[in-house]
Structure formats: structure tokens, C-alpha cells
Nanobody
Framework: QVQLVESGGGLVQAGGSLRLSCTASGRTFSRYAMGWFRQAPGKEREFVTAISWSGRNTYYGDSVKGRFTISRDNAKNTVYLQMNSLKPDDTAIYYC?????????????????WGQGTQVTVSS
């Protein structure tokens, strides 16, 4: 069982930056691929980015490529999402998720554990 807690959300102006953190409980964090997803009101849950258990492989949704960066610190059981050049369209609840699989999934249906989410609001 893994429990995930996100933090770092908030209100920021367009063009600004935020860094989200997701801290996991348990001693096996390094075995999990980690992903970030987001969901805006009335929209489907959207893939943002994912990172393999080792940190060697990263994947990004088209809408965030070049602006967002995912990283992880297995010693701290934490995955980060650095968000730069934020746009009003980035406004959503951001969720981190964990999957104990060999392949790093980009579909939210493949993830086993989810955090409660953190709100990111980007004003124009």
C-alpha cells in the first residue's frame, strides 16, 4: 500500500512558475513509476507527465512539453513537478499517481495509487 500526498499548488499569474511535490509513504517508493495527471472542471483527466522508477525515462503530454519537468528523489520518497511558463489553460486539480509496473504508463487507468490532488490556478 502506498499513500501519496501532494503539495505546492496555489494561485499564480500567467507566465509564472510553481513546483508541486508528491511524497509517498512506505519503503518501496523506488519501485514505482510515478505520474502526474490533471483534471479541469467538466473535462477528462489528462496525462501531464510520468517518470520511470529509476528516473531515467520521462514522458510528457504535448500540452506541457518544454514547460514542465518531472523529477524524483527516491531517498526522499518524493516526485516533483516543476511548472514554468504557466498558462490559464493549466488551471486544474493536479494529481500524482504511482504504479508498480515495469513499464511507465501514461494512461490513468494503469495507476494503482492516487493522491488527493492539489489545486493549481493560473490567472490571466
Amino acid at each position: 500500500q502506498v499513500q501519496l500526498v501532494e503539495s505546492g499548488g496555489g494561485l499564480v499569474q500567467a507566465g509564472g512558475s510553481l513546483r508541486l511535490s508528491c511524497t509517498a509513504s512506505g519503503r518501496t517508493f523506488s519501485r514505482y513509476a510515478m505520474g502526474w495527471f490533471r483534471q479541469a472542471p467538466g473535462k477528462e483527466r489528462e496525462f501531464v507527465t510520468a517518470i520511470s522508477w529509476s528516473g531515467r525515462n520521462t514522458y510528457y503530454g504535448d500540452s506541457v512539453k518544454g514547460r514542465f519537468t518531472i523529477s524524483r528523489d527516491n531517498a526522499k520518497n518524493t516526485v516533483y513537478l516543476q511548472m514554468n511558463s504557466l498558462k490559464p489553460d493549466d488551471t486544474a486539480i493536479y494529481y500524482c499517481a504511482a504504479d508498480q509496473g515495469v513499464v511507465t504508463p501514461i494512461s490513468y487507468t494503469m495507476y494503482d495509487y492516487w493522491g488527493q490532488g492539489t489545486q493549481v490556478t493560473v490567472s490571466s
